[in-house]
């Protein structure tokens, strides 16, 4: 038991700083939020009612958008080596920012180099501890994919934004990303 303890910790210690330290990148160039930053400043006493307050995630609408393709990792750089992040806007494929506070997407993941999994999150959050999807290479099968809704970078406030959505690979891969709706 004191062994399997052992092990667990020592696990941790490896891989968490991995994580936290991955490389990233640039799907799409940055926004300039300096604008944003300073129309966000809070005003008076109280907690924050109009832009930069906290998200009423019951409330929320759904609206559908034509289908499309917001990111191909092999045709922005290449295969995305493990362990490192992807950072995306998706307002180029109809999800409009800052009005939209999640995304609905499908993500699929080919030419895998193993047993993996991608994690996907509002760009800047730190790396979530479940996966979006778990891939593997396995024979007859190009792709595997999976539907998912990602909150959208800027929950609660829209200040200093400059991505919507990351993407984390733990093992060396490609994947397509494409938007079917979004929460308003």
């Not at 990111?71 to 950072?87: E, K």
């Not at 396995?138 to 998912?148: C, D, E, K, V, Y």
Request: net charge negative; aromatic share 10%.
């Amino acid at each position: 038991m004191k062994k399997l303890i052992f092990i667990c910790l020592l696990a941790a210690i490896l891989v968490i700083p991995a994580i936290s330290s991955a490389d990233r990148l640039e799907a799409t160039p940055p926004r300039d939020v300096t604008d944003e930053i300073e129309e966000a400043a809070p005003e008076g006493e109280g907690a924050p009612v109009g832009e930069g307050a906290p998200v009423n995630w019951t409330n929320l609408l759904y609206r559908t958008i034509t289908p499309n393709r917001c990111l191909n990792t092999a045709q922005a750089f290449g295969i995305v080596p493990s362990g490192w992040s992807v950072v995306a806007n998706l307002s180029g494929c109809g999800v409009p920012w800052p009005a939209a506070k999640a995304v609905h997407v499908n993500i699929a993941v080919y030419n895998e180099t193993g047993a993996g999994n991608l994690r996907a999150y509002a760009a800047g959050d730190p790396i979530p501890g479940a996966a979006a999807i778990n891939y593997g290479q396995i024979p007859g099968l190009f792709a595997i994919s999976n539907a998912i809704i990602v909150p959208l970078c800027g929950q609660p406030s829209a200040v200093a934004c400059p991505w919507d959505i990351e993407f984390w690979v733990s093992r060396t891969c490609n994947f397509n990303v494409d938007a079917f709706g979004y929460f308003f």
